[in-house]
């Protein structure tokens, strides 16, 4: 069987790579407001209701040398990428921008954006690390009623108890589609790769949630039972901000399938869902707290662990590949943990640390010879 | 002041600020046989939390670092046991140091050779990657862990303010449970009081420097400061500093310099190479002395105007808030890392410009000639808006160097072009080498 006409797959595909045409279209088509973000604990709830389009900063993984004054070398890849779509004018549309707080590494690329590229709202949201305590969710719930109103008094409209309501709904509804997409991935023959599944998600990363959601459901509508190519080595993939589909496209053009990921641009995304509430804030600021958190949010309870290898061990997988961006302190301390957990429930991993840029012939031999023992039993 | 010679003299402190760094480390090795708990992480903050226990031992980050420093064969083993167990070695190398000399069993070596188990550890998110280091330290002792979340100061801050106080309310009481031990509200106060009045004299100490010539020179201060480090919210600290701030009064009134010389003030910014201390020194070549930064500073309590003026702060019950209750305690202790220790803030908030405005205001008001900044490959946080306000600083034409190494890994350091960078800097500045 030949590989299925998936038109609205390549919609989504076409968001993710024209982004910054669709934002502009978007701009112009609505007239409202287009608000970057950087990391995925900024609640796009708010901004939605809010009438603006909530857009993830993404990196272009193309060589730069733009960010090197403002940024250190040995920050990471991620944010020197993303300042860099910044300075060189690539974001100019965007109205807004927000920073979840996070690690020092991308906090220094707001600052640099806010100060070379300003915009008339910029706005560091303050997100609790130490997301299990108990303090952690009023302290968020304070933080968003603030962000709220910072978002009000910028755009001169309120942002009402219906429009949190039906931003709440419609990002719920979209977690739940990507939900059932991950589902078939579940299939020894899932019906459709792991590149394909990660430019859905980041598809909804930078579009309207709604008019996602329809090519969501037409996707789903669209899947055949299987995408023909039998079963393969599968794979699941764990790192922080991988937005880098020409890396899953190798891996699987080697034999292999990526099935999972654990990825804050992929299923960390979208794990959890607001559970409404009569506060609509604490509602949201709920789902951030209780996610799967980022390594630089689980530096005491380790529950990113287990919950790798729980899908790990629900999607089938045979190995996993440890996406490490170089310099990346959260991951850092995190990587040789989850290779001992996963080669103690039997599955096998490979550490490949990433730049900007992917080194393709390098990474295919490596890979090659990681699927070579996966196939083997020899890993 | 080309030419010109200082009178120099011995500190008579010296020699008590040594006998407490000493009496310290006897706590840190008899706290088993004197059976009081011994307490690692906390990053050298928040340690009045600790004096509500009662008796108590501090081994703070560790008790190894300084001493892997200057034995390099140790410390390359000590390195190469994090990197052994496939952790990065791209990680924080303060971290990396620490959590090496713990995996090669030399961290909680007592020096009669036993090994000694911490009881406790409590770390916080000054630098995330000290709340990663606390779980790997407390999953190696096996022993209970508590993190405290410092939220940033760029938002609502009362909202920052109950966060972190209910926090450390909640951790005293967690204290209390995992040591079996009747928190003592009394003697937390005592200790806040204590910060506040070390943290403030060792401001006054700051403000001093102001003289010329500077009553003490980087390297001194760095000695200084170590009570202030280690044991701050303790009353010897208080009466340390207090001794150290009269006798230093003395230098200035009688024109004591630190080194004889000063023909160029220099302020350091950041960590120095902990195993090339010499660069305190290497400027003195050319008669340069740095004569502060943002370590010494952020030891202190300062108020912070918008030009970047640095006053040292009244404590608490100067400015009439009295320390009667736990709450009150927490509040004051809460504002000292919330809102007066600007060094510390500049890393985790996104007010860059404000952390220029400051560096500006030190080289302004302590009458600098340049500033230099050490990269630090090894250490994320120092590093947070270093470029943009070196870059803001060249713009207000202040002349500023920036040397690239590591803070705790001596094998990235590369000495020559290091000394090459401050001699092209210095000679930049005018300066020719002296006759020592």
New interface residues.
């Given amino acids: 069987m030949s590989a299925p006409s998936m038109s609205a797959i390549e919609k989504l595909r076409q968001a993710v790579q024209d982004r910054h045409r669709y934002a502009r279209e978007w701009k112009a088509r609505t007239g409202g407001k287009v608000v970057g973000y950087l990391c995925s604990y900024v609640p796009e709830e708010i901004i939605s209701a809010a009438g603006m389009l909530p857009v993830r900063v993404f990196g272009s993984r193309e060589p730069q040398d733009v960010t090197e004054p403002h940024i250190a070398s040995y920050y990471c890849p991620y944010c020197r990428d993303c300042l860099a779509q910044a300075l060189l004018g690539r974001y100019d549309y965007l109205d807004g921008l927000v920073i979840g707080h996070s690690c020092f590494h991308i906090l220094q690329t707001f600052n640099s954006w806010r100060r070379h590229v300003p915009l008339s709202f910029d706005y560091h949201l303050f997100v609790p690390q130490h997301v299990r305590s108990p303090r952690a969710k009023p302290c968020l719930t304070e933080v968003l009623v603030d962000f709220q109103a910072a978002l009000q008094e910028w755009s001169g409209q309120a942002v009402t108890d219906g429009a949190l309501d039906g931003a709440i709904a419609a990002c719920n509804h979209n977690r739940r589609l990507l939900h059932q997409l991950y589902q078939t991935r579940k299939d020894p023959s899932p019906p459709i790769t792991g590149a394909q599944a990660m430019e859905v998600v980041l598809a909804s990363q930078v579009m309207d949630k709604g008019e996602n959601s329809q090519l969501r459901e037409q996707v789903l509508s669209e899947l055949p039972g299987t995408d023909g190519a039998g079963e393969m080595v599968r794979l699941m993939v764990v790192g922080s901000e991988n937005n880098d589909v020409e890396l899953l496209r190798l891996t699987e053009s080697l034999g292999a399938r990526v099935v999972v990921d654990d990825h804050c641009t992929g299923s960390r995304y979208f794990w959890n869902e607001v559970i409404p509430g009569p506060n609509r804030l604490e509602a949201i600021a709920a789902r951030y707290i209780d996610r799967v958190p980022c390594p630089q949010k689980d530096l005491v309870e380790k529950e990113r662990l287990p919950h790798i290898l729980k899908l790990a061990q629900g999607f089938g997988v045979q190995g996993a590949i440890l996406i490490q961006e170089k310099f990346c302190d959260p991951h850092g301390f995190d990587m040789p943990q989850i290779q001992a957990l996963l080669k103690a429930n039997g599955i096998p991993s490979l550490l490949l640390e990433v730049d900007i840029t992917t080194p393709a012939g390098q990474f295919r031999t490596r890979l090659e010879a990681f699927l070579e023992m996966l196939q083997t039993g020899t890993a | 002041m080309k030419g010109q010679r200082f009178e120099t003299a011995h500190l008579e402190c010296w020699d008590k600020g040594k006998e407490m760094r000493r009496e310290h480390f006897r706590e840190i090795w008899t706290a088993k046989e004197r059976g009081v708990p011994l307490v690692i992480g906390l990053g050298e903050m928040f340690q009045p939390m600790l004096c509500a226990l009662g008796e108590y031992a501090d081994m703070g980050y560790g008790t190894k670092l300084p001493f892997i420093m200057r034995h390099r064969d140790l410390g390359t083993k000590c390195l190469e046991a994090w990197e052994t ?4 070695r ?3 190398s303060v971290m990396r140091a620490d959590l090496g000399t713990m995996y090669a069993e030399v961290m909680h070596r007592a020096p009669d050779g036993k090994l000694i188990r911490p009881d406790l550890c409590i770390e916080m ?1 000054f ?3 000290m ?2 280091t ?3 330290v407390a999953d190696y002792f096996n022993i209970p ?1 508590f ?3 410092v ?2 100061d ?3 801050m009362e ?2 303010y ?2 972190l106080m ?2 450390l309310e ?1 951790c005293l009481e967690w204290m209390g449970r995992v040591t079996g031990r009747e928190i003592n509200d009394e003697l937390f106060i005592e200790g806040v009081r204590n910060e506040w009045q070390s943290r403030k004299l060792w401001g006054q100490v700051q403000e001093l420097q102001k003289a010329t010539p500077a009553p003490l020179d980087s390297r001194m201060l760095q000695s200084l400061l170590v009570p202030g480090t280690m044991v701050k919210q303790k009353k010897e600290c208080v009466e340390f500093y207090r001794m150290l701030l009269d006798e230093v009064k003395d230098r200035v009134d009688r024109g004591i310099s630190a080194l004889g010389v000063e023909e160029c003030r220099l302020l350091y910014e950041w960590m120095v190479p902990w195993y090339y201390l010499r660069i305190h020194r290497y400027p003195l070549r050319y008669g340069a002395v740095f004569i502060g930064g943002t370590i010494p500073a952020a030891w202190a309590v300062w108020d912070m105007a918008g030009d970047g003026t640095w006053t040292v702060a009244q404590t608490p019950e100067e400015r009439g808030l009295p320390l009667r209750t736990r709450r009150d305690a927490l509040r004051a202790m809460a504002e000292i890392y919330l809102e007066k220790t600007p060094g510390v803030h500049w ?4 007010r ?2 404000k952390a220029e405005n400051d560096v500006m205001g030190r080289f302004r008001d302590w009458h600098a000639h340049g500033v230099v900044f050490h ?1 630090d ?1 090894g250490c ?2 120092a ?6 306000i070196r ?1 803001a600083l060249q713009k207000a034409g202040i002349p500023v160097m920036a040397f690239e190494a590591s803070q705790c890994d001596f094998r990235v350091f590369t000495e020559a072009e290091v000394l090459d960078r401050f001699d092209a800097f210095l000679e930049g500045l005018g300066l020719t080498p002296i006759e020592s």
């Fill in positions: 167990r496939g952790f990065s791209d990680c924080c998110s630098c995330p990657n709340g990663r606390g779980r790997l862990y993190y405290i979340d939220p940033p760029d938002f609502n909202t920052a109950r966060y209910d926090q909640d890393y985790r908030t996104s860059g410009d990269q490959q994320r946080a590093q947070v808006g270093q470029n943009e870059m």
